[in-house]
Nanobody, 120 residues
């Protein structure tokens, strides 16, 4: 199972961006998916998560501004980011918990990261 993230870029404060992350492979099912971020000089932090039945959770710093969603048919998770602030500048990583049938394994996979810069 592999994840491919996209959608990062440069945006002005107050602007919006939408990140996407698609899982690919064969013979698997995705369970929880999420987004994390790592700002320069800081540890990676959890931004938002979504369960397979659509439940969501957010870091306090992004509540009311970011929305996580998923398309299970496409094995894709999205992060809609609005009212962006300079402190949202970071590399954003998607992750997914999966079950693969043959061989039967469970695990977590990470995307390659996409950079978001919020600056005027």
């Amino acid at each position: 199972v592999q994840l491919q993230a996209s959608g990062g870029g440069l945006v002005q404060p107050g602007g919006s961006l939408r990140l996407s992350c698609a899982a690919s492979g064969s013979g698997f099912r995705i369970n929880a998916m999420g987004w994390h971020r790592q700002a320069p000089g800081k540890q990676r932090e959890l931004v938002a998560t979504t369960t397979s039945d659509g439940g969501t959770d957010y870091a306090d710093s992004v509540k009311g501004r970011f929305t996580i969603s998923r398309d299970n048919a496409k094995n894709t998770v999205y992060l809609q980011m609005s009212s962006l602030k300079p402190e949202d500048t970071a590399v954003y990583y998607c992750e997914a918990d999966y079950i693969q049938w043959d061989p039967l394994v469970t695990g977590r996979v990470w995307g390659q990261g996409t950079r978001v810069t919020v600056s005027s």
